[in-house]
């Protein structure tokens, strides 16, 4: 070569061969090797149904898929030797090694029907393995009420304060939730909670499911998840009922204060390729108060679902609900101390109400390929609620008292469409699953009012009344990156809010309109070195939620004020029957606006921290007997307030929960659970305290042929307990001066029932 020497070019090889291997090893880290070979075919039951959401786990990589409608799945990264595995709550785990032959192969599963286990969960690098879990404790020990709900989530406490009829009071991480505030919850996609409602914003009367319809409860907590917007600060919990039922259902249930529970589920049309069933539930109960609640609820609900099993699914649901009730209300502590009532005795007996709400709801299903799908719903929900109570007697009339009146009727309307795909990244040993969604919901709420009334029946003064319109547009994208053994998933969701009042109280016309945005990023970062383990880190933007006449009053500024929240923890099982879980986490909130619907007025709480830390054990001893429990501590606190004076009213530190279950011991199961919450601040300098309580519950069933004879038994050990407690100002009819303490109701006290069933 002309011009350069033979030690130059010497170099330039060295210099040339050492790129190459820098560029081979660059391949190599990016791409991991050449493992391009894949695995698919379709995964059936014994009936050759294809089944849905089956895991399919590659113990050697960590790589993960799940069966799609029509039972396909495909897992990428195959090499010879690895252990392929497939799981299913509900079916026998069914693994095999993969050889030579199959590489790039087609195959055919099909998993036998087994007794849920907690040995059919395999850890995942998924961002909410933990529901699965709570799903074997739903199947473990089904759910038998609707105030049962909720309790199946750990850490998650609620109570009862009117009369049965009422959405139930709810507490997770170091918040008073109120009736869901601070909690998304969801039936089917179809939101549960009332925004901007007469008695509270988030309002969530969960008493239009019928508990035996529950197919799956699915949770989170924090706000790390780009599909949940509004009310996510807390968490979220979705519940998916039964796309079909395997048997007709009769059940009959009778017990103590005059109650019958009658339940009746029954088939409307079965074929290979769509089902349908009606269910139904009626409630009567007077309860264990002195004054008779005279409580009824009526359920219907209608479900069609049809599956081409290639590339469709649709479900269609409609139900109705209605539910009238007295109630004794909330009694302070001194009247029960001075003999003027007992425990289950009423100041005002005159409380209670009457809801009522009716839903249409389509789900759809559209498999594009192999790689993508759109999932589309739609709802339309009519709403009726009036309610009376009487939190301070004679404070504020001493000749008529303080009973209120709250009322409205809405109509909610709303859509969403999300559509997912996936991609392979370098030489098929990386997927990236993108999904984009976008939907609204829009509520109509008329003739919201506040009054002041007399026994039910006069109208003594209108405090507020008026029409709410509120429109909440929203889109969301959401990455997902799982390499190997690692996940992770970055998002981002944008709200946008449209508040409209009408104040019907003004003599002129008068309308008040606000808008605002809300840009929330995500990140989940999940680490699962094996099948039992996975370390997971989630961090998120949320808001706490806010009514419209909040915004409205405070002419839109700092309206939504963000929620920062972080989550660090494992789970791990150590053995194939055992897991565990903790969690470290924070929250921090710029503002708690609260509209306090049983007054008309606007509370600004200011900015608040919470940390806490959550630990949860489950072991399955056999496969006849199974244990769960959780504990959970918060410390929760006011930044604005001076030390002592910074206590959050009525947010426990430390709650806790858990049980044993029982079955096929013979023909006999069963189970035993409890629910623990410590004494708690009732108001900002703990000079008030509210009373922790430790119930338990039991049941007990025995199967004979298509018959189970059950009994139900809640506070087995008779526990005098306040199921809901406030630190409320409040004047009796011969008091010459208010009192500040703490006002309850009363737990139930030992209640059993009977329960006949048969299935046909």
């Known amino acids: 070569m002309m011009g350069v020497s033979v030690d130059a070019e010497i170099t330039l090889y060295k210099i040339q061969t050492m790129k190459n291997y820098i560029l081979c090893f660059v391949a190599l880290m990016l791409f991991g090797g050449l493992r391009a070979h894949d695995l698919n075919g379709s995964i059936l039951s014994e009936n050759h149904v294809p089944l849905d959401g089956v895991g399919v786990y590659n113990k050697t990589?960590?790589?993960?898929?799940?069966?799609?409608?029509?039972?396909y799945f495909e897992l990428d990264d195959i090499s010879v030797g690895d252990i392929i595995y497939f799981y299913s709550l509900g079916y026998q785990n069914y693994n095999f090694t993969i050889t030579e032959n199959q590489l790039d192969g087609t195959i055919k599963v099909i998993l036998k029907e087994s007794a849920v286990s907690l040995d059919q969960v395999i850890l995942v690098s998924k961002v909410n393995a933990l529901s699965q879990f709570v799903h074997v404790d739903v199947m473990a020990n089904p759910v038998k009420s609707s105030q049962e709900i909720l309790q199946k989530i750990p850490g998650l406490i609620i109570g009862q304060h009117a009369g049965g009829g009422k959405a139930e009071q709810i507490f997770l991480r170091g918040f008073d939730i109120d009736h869901g505030t601070d909690i998304s919850i969801n039936v089917d996609g179809l939101p549960v909670n009332m925004v901007s409602h007469a008695h509270g914003q988030g309002y969530a009367d969960m008493?239009?499911?019928?508990?035996?319809?529950?197919?799956?409860?699915?949770?989170?907590?924090?706000?790390?998840?780009?599909?949940?917007?509004?009310?996510?600060?807390?968490?979220?919990?979705?519940?998916?009922?039964?796309?079909?039922?395997?048997?007709?259902?009769?059940?009959?249930?009778?017990?103590?204060?005059?109650?019958?529970?009658?339940?009746?589920?029954?088939?409307?049309?079965?074929?290979?390729?769509?089902?349908?069933?009606?269910a139904s539930e009626l409630v009567l109960s007077d309860g264990a108060f002195d004054s008779p609640q005279n409580f009824n609820r009526i359920n219907i609900m209608g479900r069609y679902n049809y599956n081409n099993r290639e590339n469709q699914e649709l479900s269609l649901t409609i139900s109705h609900f209605q539910s009238k009730w007295d109630a004794s209300g909330q009694i302070p502590q001194r009247a029960m101390d001075q003999g003027i009532i007992d425990r289950f005795g009423a100041i005002d007996d005159t409380e209670g109400g009457n809801t009522s709400r009716s839903n249409f709801l389509i789900n759809h299903k559209k498999l594009m390929d192999e790689h993508s799908f759109l999932t589309t719903k739609a709802y339309v929900s009519k709403y009726d609620f009036e309610l009376f109570s009487n939190f301070t007697f004679f404070l504020e009339d001493p000749i008529n008292g303080d009973q209120i009146r709250q009322k409205e009727n809405r109509t909610i309307i709303g859509t969403e469409t999300k559509y997912a795909h996936s991609v392979h990244i370098g030489d098929h040993d990386s997927q990236l699953k993108y999904e984009?969604?976008?939907?609204?919901?829009?509520?109509d709420v008329n003739k919201v009012q506040l009054s002041r009334t007399k026994n039910r029946q006069e109208l003594l003064e209108r405090l507020a009344y008026g029409n709410i319109d509120e429109l909440n547009?929203?889109?969301?994208?959401?990455?997902?990156?799982?390499?190997?053994?690692?996940?992770?998933?970055?998002?981002?969701?944008?709200?946008?809010?449209?508040?409209?009042?009408?104040?019907?109280?003004?003599?002129?016309?008068?309308?008040?309109?606000?808008?605002?945005?809300f840009i929330g990023p995500k990140l989940n970062i999940i680490y699962a070195p094996s099948k039992n383990v996975q370390f997971f880190g989630k961090t998120g933007i949320g808001f706490h939620s806010n009514d419209t006449r909040v915004v409205t009053a405070n002419n839109g500024k700092e309206i939504l004020p963000a929620a920062y929240s972080a989550d660090l923890g494992a789970i791990v099982k150590p053995l194939d029957k055992l897991m565990l879980n903790v969690a470290f986490?924070?929250?921090?909130?710029?503002?708690?606006?609260?509209?306090?619907?049983?007054a008309g007025i606007v509370e600004p709480s200011g900015k608040t921290k919470r940390m806490g830390v959550d630990f949860g054990l489950r072991y399955q001893f056999a496969d006849w007997l199974y244990f769960y429990g959780d504990i959970n501590y918060t410390y929760a606190r006011s930044t604005e307030e001076p030390e002592g004076s910074d206590y959050i009213p009525l947010s426990p530190d430390l709650t806790s929960s858990g049980g044993v279950s029982f079955r096929d011991l013979g023909n006999f199961s069963g189970g035993i659970n409890y629910r623990l919450i410590k004494n708690r601040p009732a108001n900002e300098d703990n000079s008030i305290v509210a009373k922790g309580y430790t119930v338990t519950d039991m049941n007990l069933?025995?199967?004979?042929?298509?018959?189970?004879?059950?009994?139900?038994?809640?506070?087995?050990?008779?526990?005098?307990?306040?199921?809901?407690?406030?630190?409320?100002?409040?004047?009796l009819q011969k008091e010459t001066t208010p009192v500040e303490e703490i006002h309850f109701t009363p737990g139930n006290p030992f209640y059993l029932r009977g329960k006949v069933s048969v299935k046909f």
């Open 61 to 71: 990589t960590g790589g993960y898929t799940y069966s799609n409608v029509s039972g």
């Open 207 to 278: 008493h239009f499911i019928i508990p035996e319809t529950i197919g799956n409860i699915d949770f989170g907590k924090g706000a790390y998840y780009t599909e949940k917007g509004n009310f996510n600060t807390a968490g979220y919990v979705d519940i998916k009922t039964k796309d079909k039922i395997a048997d007709n259902l009769f059940s009959l249930e009778a017990g103590m204060f005059n109650t019958i529970r009658t339940i009746g589920m029954f088939k409307i049309t079965e074929g290979d390729f769509s089902n349908g069933y009606v």
């Open 436 to 443: 984009m969604g976008i939907g609204f919901r829009y509520d």
């Open 473 to 517: 547009g929203y889109g969301f994208f959401n990455l997902n990156y799982k390499r190997n053994k690692w996940t992770i998933n970055p998002g981002l969701r944008i709200d946008y809010f449209k508040f409209d009042y009408e104040n019907l109280l003004s003599e002129t016309y008068d309308n008040k309109s606000e808008n605002k945005f």
């Open 585 to 598: 986490w924070t929250l921090f909130l710029e503002q708690e606006f609260v509209y306090v619907g049983d």
């Open 701 to 731: 069933n025995y199967a004979f042929k298509n018959w189970t004879f059950g009994l139900i038994i809640e506070n087995l050990f008779d526990t005098e307990w306040n199921e809901t407690q406030f630190a409320t100002e409040s004047r």
